[in-house]
Structures are given as C-alpha cells and as structure tokens.
C-alpha cells in the first residue's frame, strides 16, 4: 500500500522541468516580516523570495489574529549550498542506516539549469522603483 507521499529525490520530481516564473527576487527584510537569521550567508541570499511568494506571505500574515507573525527562516537557496544539503543529508541517513545499499542512500539532485538565477544576477535584480 502507499503512503501518497513523494520524496524530493523521487525521479518523477526531477523529471518535472523548471521554467524561470521571471519575478523579481526580494529581500524580505524590507517588508513587514520577521525575519530569523540562523540560516544566513555572506550574500544575503537566505532573505530572498520571488515577489508573489512574498505577497502571498504578507496576506496569510494580515490574517493572523493579533499579536501572531509569521518568522520568516529561509528563502533563496544557491545551487551550492541545495546540493550541499542533500549531501549532508544523504551522510545522515548513511549514518543511521548503515546496512542500507549506497543506492537507496544516493540524494541527487538534477543538473542545475541555466534558467535559474541566484540574487543580484541580471534576471533577479529589482527594477529601479521597487
């Protein structure tokens, strides 16, 4: 019988190609959010969302009952530092499970495409009056 649940290592998640939406990324810091840093890096990636995730956050947000916020955690991710989690991830499950095939343990993530863009590249900047 099955779960129903799909992991992000699933071939049929990597097969799901990736179309750049063409939204700006934002730094959510500049909005009404808070905003934990524990997951930050040296380029300020972490507080970066698409623009209509971040508008979506703010609505869910105005919803609230008084007194309650959203803690906004972590956003962009590089392609390096993706790649790096799964990594650490797939050690820690080699860890736990160490009598387990290499190739149930394998976490791989699909070739970064070249439509994607990291903050401050030319097809994520903000536009001027943003």
Not at 48 to 67: D, E, F, M, N
Not at 82 to 92: K, L
């Amino acid at each position: 019988m099955s779960s129903g649940i799909v992991l992000m290592s699933d071939r049929r998640v990597a097969a799901i190609p990736l179309q750049d939406c063409g939204e700006d990324l934002v730094d959510v810091r500049m909005n009404d959010l808070k905003v934990d840093d524990r997951k930050r890096d040296e380029a300020g990636a972490w507080a970066h969302a698409r623009q209509g995730v971040l508008t979506r956050l703010l609505h869910a947000q105005s919803l609230l009952p008084t007194g309650l916020m959203l803690l906004f955690v972590e956003g962009f991710r590089p392609p390096t530092l993706q790649r790096r989690y799964f990594e650490e991830y797939s050690d820690e499950l080699a860890r736990a499970h160490p009598n387990w095939q290499a190739a149930p343990c394998a976490v791989t993530s699909p070739p970064t495409p070249h439509h994607l863009c990291e903050p401050n590249s030319p097809s994520s900047r903000q536009q001027p009056g943003r």
